[in-house]
């Protein structure tokens, strides 16, 4: 049994993206290893970022740093598999929020994984954490805050 549970809110995903799983994505279980699909988490971050018109680092330094990330998994994944990675944003505050992420299996249906990834906004130049841009902010008018 799992001792995290992941589960959010339909309406906070914004965004999805195709992953295939390469032959190189597998370990010796024979299916996706956990660093593949840290990596793959990432890739469709940054996807989502670029869709969104979020540069990974502005001109003065500013850019989003990954603070935490849980995963939960609930089905193997292999080779060839083409992973459906559907990507979100909750639970902002002052200076970030939360990344969501579904991963399923479109031929099967089958949920893969859940995973949540924290974020700050960050000045790479003054290695301070920053209050999340306005224009960032104004993209996902749904997401609910924290304080």
């Not at 956990?34 to 971050?45: P, V, Y």
């Not at 193997?76 to 970030?96: I, P, S, T």
């Not at 089958?110 to 003054?126: C, D, E, L, R, W």
């Amino acid at each position: 049994m799992a001792r995290l549970i992941l589960d959010f809110p339909e309406e906070q995903y914004y965004y999805t993206t195709p992953l295939t799983v390469r032959v190189t994505d597998i370990n010796g279980a024979n299916h996706l290893g956990n660093d593949s699909m840290i990596s793959m988490i990432s890739e469709a971050r940054a996807r989502f970022l670029y869709e969104f018109g979020v540069a990974e680092t502005e001109r003065d330094g500013t850019g989003i740093i990954v603070t935490d990330l849980a995963t939960t998994y609930r089905a193997e994944a292999h080779a060839r598999d083409q992973l459906l990675f559907e990507v979100g944003v909750m639970d902002f505050n002052k200076y970030g929020g939360d990344l969501i992420f579904r991963v399923t299996r479109p031929r099967d249906k089958k949920q893969i994984a859940m995973a949540k990834s924290g974020f700050v906004f960050f000045n790479y130049k003054t290695t301070q954490v920053v209050t999340m841009p306005d224009d960032f902010r104004a993209k996902f008018p749904r997401v609910n805050w924290i304080d």
